[in-house]
């Protein structure tokens, strides 16, 4: 984002496809298709980068996680906007967490103290 010549505004999807092709250099992957469906709407610059931050997480943690089991592993991504609101979506086929998984993981925030 700090190559643009615009320093309010960025192409959004851009920054999406930058960020998948770092992170498929980064995990070596040949095996995952990933399916971009973003829409071209510019970002103003202080939404982008927060934006960008929590795509590359989503992702990464696709990549690194979703896929140990899986036949045909693809991820698909979602960017929008409908009118002042925007959407966007990280979606794997990949295994999913198991029950205890999910147990351990989230235990800590639900709990009899908190309700």
Known sequence: MYKSDNYHSIEF????ERIIENLKNKH???NIIILNYSEKINLPIEKAIPCAM???ELLNNSLTHAFKES???NIEIHFSKNFSLYKLAVKDNGTGMTKLEKFEHYRFYFNSDTF
Do not use: L, M, R
């Open 13 to 16: 999807s851009n920054v999406i």
């Open 28 to 30: 070596n992957i040949s």
């Open 54 to 56: 929590i795509f590359n």
């Open 71 to 73: 036949k045909d592993p």
